[in-house]
């Protein structure tokens, strides 16, 4: 057994200076207890649909998160001595204790990050766990995490109960045909496991299946998707059916923010070249930006929120997509313009105080001088909290400090959890609501908000303002 304590301090994130805390702490107190909503994230909807036990520890920390392999990756630990699967099934490790246990003598690699605080939060609040994990607690940590597991209590539904949360959103490409979604159809749990419509395999005219997958989203839903009319309407069946699944919102990844506004004739002409093969990166960029304007029509129709996630490098290791594929801790922050970018859409759109348009960066240089300007000018636009690479403490205290100014509090839509680690929920919501109360107690401190106003905005930063963005009901 190790014989380091692992201690979670009560007043971990607060402030040094004893009176700014105790008005951290006050506010805390008073959202620390609030319901979870996770609107936008990417667990599994297995997981809920069928309430099966996860299987152990390794199955469930190490395999879904990408945080964790990019972090042992860079020190030198191969992907297949973590059992992550090879695209030309090569043998890789397969025995989990194993994988736990070299996870474990690598732990220290995380101290400092956000990863090494949600895990010890889990494993403290969730586990009961004692001592830090290490070479010498591996093989308890292991016994005990699996032990647990395999109980009902750990149950997913039953962990959603435990860890109060009232709502998750998981995300789903358009071909999906989210069986697991209608297995809980007409149960209570359809109301608190949702679906998000995330187009980008059939939007995105750069990837390799992008014909094939053009061809599948016809079959599926009847239209000519050969035709440009025809493709849009697929979309607008397939959006339907999402919606009949408690989608409230859309989803789109895409390398930049770019938007256009072609004529038909263009459109058409476009979406030709990118079915035959033969567009340029050029071109599809340009399809991939007028879809992102035919897209936000859409959802002006029919009401679904518009997320824009743009500015990530995806695969930016050719060896590593070529050898385990996607989303294995390659995808690398760019720089974005959104200014320009944007002005298309906004052009046509923008003034319109029904289309809701959630706008997220991975490059914090445009949060003052471009996204809190935008978002506190025009109807549409709101933004959406720090993500992925900033989704920490001081991310987030940077995004609240260059945006707030400029587009207030409420032109911001709370936190979402953007996780697969559905275990790690809780803590990264914690982690966001002492944060923001952090944030608050300083600006009551210096009087610039009245204390009554920072309990306000505490509960609508922890709660309201996501199911208000996120049309998720009364909060």
Request: charged fraction near 25%.
């Amino acid at each position: 057994m190790s014989d380091k304590t692992l201690q979670l301090h009560p007043d971990r994130l607060f402030p040094t200076d004893a009176r700014v805390r105790d008005i951290a702490r006050s506010l805390y107190n008073e959202v620390k207890d609030l319901p979870i909503v996770s609107p936008h994230g990417h667990t599994d909807p297995r997981w809920f649909a069928y309430d099966e036990n996860f299987g152990n520890a390794t199955e469930l920390f190490i395999r879904p998160d990408h945080y964790v392999f990019r972090m042992l990756y860079s020190q030198g630990v191969p992907l297949e001595s973590l059992g992550i699967g090879r695209q030309d099934d090569a043998p890789v490790e397969q025995d989990p204790l194993k994988i736990w246990q070299l996870f474990a003598r690598h732990y220290r690699l995380f101290r400092g990050t956000p990863s090494r605080m949600w895990l010890d939060t889990v494993f403290s609040e969730v586990f009961g766990l004692t001592q830090v994990l290490d070479e010498n607690s591996a093989g308890h940590y292991y016994e005990t995490i699996t032990r647990q597991l395999a109980t009902d209590a750990f149950k997913p539904r039953a962990l959603m109960d435990r860890f109060n949360i009232e709502l998750i959103a998981t995300t789903e490409g358009a071909l999906d045909p989210l069986a697991h979604h209608q297995h809980i159809s007409g149960t209570p749990w359809a109301k608190r496991v949702i679906t998000t419509f995330r187009p980008d395999d059939v939007v995105d005219a750069s990837r390799e299946d992008f014909a094939d997958n053009i061809r599948a989203l016809g079959e599926m839903t009847g239209e000519d998707t050969q035709s440009w009319q025809g493709y849009l309407q697929a979309l607008r069946i397939r959006r339907e059916v999402f919606r009949r699944h408690g989608a409230t919102a859309t989803d789109h990844g895409h390398p930049t923010a770019a938007t256009s506004d072609l004529s038909q004739g263009e459109c058409e002409s476009l979406f030709a070249r990118c079915l035959s093969g033969k567009a340029n990166a050029g071109e599809q960029e340009l399809f991939r930006a007028q879809m992102l304007t035919e897209l936000a029509g859409m959802s002006l129709e029919d009401g679904m929120v518009m997320q824009i996630h743009p500015g990530a490098y995806r695969n930016h290791n050719p060896l590593v997509f070529n050898h385990f594929g996607r989303d294995k801790g390659a995808d690398m922050p760019s720089q974005t313009e959104y200014v320009q970018a944007l002005k298309p859409l906004l052009d046509k759109y923008g003034n319109e105080a029904k289309l809701n348009i959630i706008l997220f960066t991975l490059d914090e240089t445009t949060y003052a001088r471009e996204l809190a300007p935008l978002a506190g000018h025009y109807p549409c636009l709101k933004l959406g909290p720090a993500w992925w690479f900033h989704d920490s403490p001081e991310g987030m205290l940077r995004f609240r400090h260059q945006v707030t100014e400029t587009a207030g509090f409420y032109n911001t839509v709370g936190f979402n959890d953007d996780t697969r680690a559905f275990l790690s929920i809780p803590a990264r919501h914690d982690v966001a609501r002492r944060i923001d109360c952090r944030f608050l107690a300083q600006w009551i401190a210096e009087h610039r908000i009245t204390e009554q106003e920072g309990h306000e905005l505490a509960y609508d930063l922890t709660y309201r303002l996501a199911k208000q963005a996120y049309k998720l009901g009364d909060a």
